[in-house]
């Protein structure tokens, strides 16, 4: 089978514009109603939304890679980063590492992109793991990153990344692309259609043993989650 990867023209994603204006729309309109709202939010109520709805995204994201969190430690967490609350140290490192990763992007979602901020990200969400080969760096290992279903000795292989012997050009390729496309980049995509491609791009790599979904919201929604916790 022929990965997309391994296409000619990879990673060169086409796509119809024409198909995504009206959701590109009603994006912008929901995001200029939600803009309005916030301007009559006092402090304390704006920052009990910022923290909901941070932690609620938090919480649902990691259940893309079966990681369960308690909701109330990575509120706890989150108003700690925030300066709201003193620290809990009861707070699990799973859920605290997933806050300080919401509250970094939260405060820097306008700085370009790196391999060294998306290291950061993996540190942080991977704090207190023991079972990875590498944390804070993108894979190495010489079996091939796999999707697979099914028994163990019959595995279904519904998906099978570049090598790890690649993620250095795959990267910074993704890299290159993402800042370039960005609203002050040299060739600016429309928040969606960027949100969409990112999001592919990055998990089509795969490029962490561990966290790639995780990683993957948080490029693709670097534009997107300021629309309802920004504090302008």
Not at 38 to 47: I, N, Y
Not at 91 to 113: C, H, K, Q, S, W
């Amino acid at each position: 089978m022929t990965w997309n990867w391994q296409r000619p023209g990879w990673p060169k994603f086409t796509y119809d514009p024409a198909v995504l204006e009206p959701p590109e729309r009603q994006f912008l309109l929901g995001s200029g109603e939600a803009f309005g709202v916030l301007k009559h939010v006092g402090a304390d109520d704006h920052d009990s939304l910022k923290v909901e709805l941070i932690s609620e995204e938090a919480v649902k994201t990691s259940e893309i890679e079966g990681e369960t969190l308690n909701r109330d430690s990575v509120q706890s967490s989150l108003r700690h980063q925030f300066g709201l609350a003193p620290e809990d140290r009861r707070v699990p490192p799973a859920e605290r590492g997933i806050a300080e990763m919401m509250t970094d992007l939260y405060r820097n979602f306008r700085d370009a992109l790196s391999h060294e901020t998306m290291f950061a990200w993996h540190r942080m969400i991977m704090s207190g793991e023991r079972r990875l080969q590498t944390i804070g760096s993108y894979r190495i290992h010489a079996e091939p990153m796999q999707v697979v279903s099914g028994r163990t000795d019959r595995p279904k292989v519904h998906f099978e990344a570049p090598p790890s012997s690649a993620m250095a050009a795959e990267m910074d390729a993704f890299v290159e692309w993402f800042n370039k496309t960005a609203p002050n980049g040299s060739k600016p995509l429309s928040a969606l259609t960027r949100a969409g491609i990112a999001h592919l791009h990055f998990v089509s790599i795969h490029p962490f043993e561990d966290g790639n979904g995780r990683i993957g919201e948080r490029c693709r929604k670097n534009r997107l989650r300021k629309i309802w916790v920004s504090p302008a």
